[in-house]
């Protein structure tokens, strides 16, 4: 069984400033990683998403995250952010070799100040 | 990119009423649908995993008889709200996938009030 931990559910960041959304998971099989973001009364979006090779990963709307093995994480980051990036992100995990069921973590809500 | 619909995007409903939710694959072909519930500020809990021509396999805790789920063709599932009742008001998602253990597209979600 997998398991997903987002570490703050809220980060309040300047626009303009550098952001990092932190994800940890636990699994005991290989995954891909996900980050999807949501905005409100919306579907998800996928931002970026780890499957082999590579360890960084670059994603749509300049984000990107770096899975660490060692440390089991997937955190997110944009090194400059914009009101418009203010959304609901989550974290998510599946695993490669059973079906397509994917978890999902609690959700980091970012909100970008001017 | 692959696009996913759904209908309706929000639907109102009395007490006792069956709603029906459709999702939809619009340019592709999905093997596998899956329908999510998310409560306010929280995530995705997975109801059922369907595919094609099978029956759905739902989440442990989730009413199948409650949750009527058809996946009658490879590109339209829907999800049937039974006799709902307040406690299911909710925002309901659907994704699918062509084939691809790492690819899901998400439908923009359908917003049920029973009242």
């Known amino acids: 069984a997998q398991s997903v931990t987002q570490l703050d559910s809220q980060v309040p960041v300047f626009e303009e400033a550098p952001v990092e959304l932190r994800c940890n998971y636990s699994?005991?099989?290989?995954?891909?990683l996900f980050w999807y973001v949501q905005y409100p009364n919306q579907g998800l979006q996928l931002l970026l998403k780890?499957?082999?090779?590579?360890?960084l990963v670059k994603g749509i709307n300049g984000f990107e995250a770096e899975f660490n093995k060692s440390q089991t994480s997937f955190h997110l980051r944009k090194p400059s952010v914009h009101i418009s990036d203010t959304a609901e992100y989550f974290c998510?995990?599946?695993?490669?070799?059973?079906?397509?069921?994917?978890?999902f973590g609690a959700g980091t809500r970012l909100f970008v100040k001017a | 990119g692959a696009v996913v619909s759904q209908h309706p995007s929000w639907v109102i409903c009395k007490s006792g009423t069956s709603v029906k939710i459709e999702c939809r694959s619009l340019?592709?072909?999905?093997?596998?649908m899956f329908w999510y519930r998310q409560f306010p500020k929280q995530s995705l809990m997975l109801m059922a995993t369907?595919?094609?021509?099978?029956?759905?396999?739902?989440e442990q805790g989730v009413e199948k008889d409650k949750f009527l789920i058809n996946h009658a063709s490879l590109t339209l599932s829907t999800l049937t709200v039974t006799s709902a009742h307040p406690e299911d008001s909710s925002f309901y998602i659907c994704?699918?996938?062509?084939?691809?253990?790492?690819?899901?597209?998400f439908g923009p979600g359908t917003r049920l009030l029973v009242l």
């Open positions: 369907s595919n094609e021509g099978s029956k759905a396999t739902y």
């Open positions: 998510a995990v599946s695993d490669r070799g059973g079906g397509f069921k994917t978890i």
């Open positions: 780890y499957l082999s090779g590579s360890t």
């Open positions: 994704s699918a996938t062509p084939g691809q253990r790492e690819t899901q597209y």
């Open positions: 340019d592709f072909q999905a093997t596998t």
């Open positions: 699994s005991s099989v290989s995954v891909y």
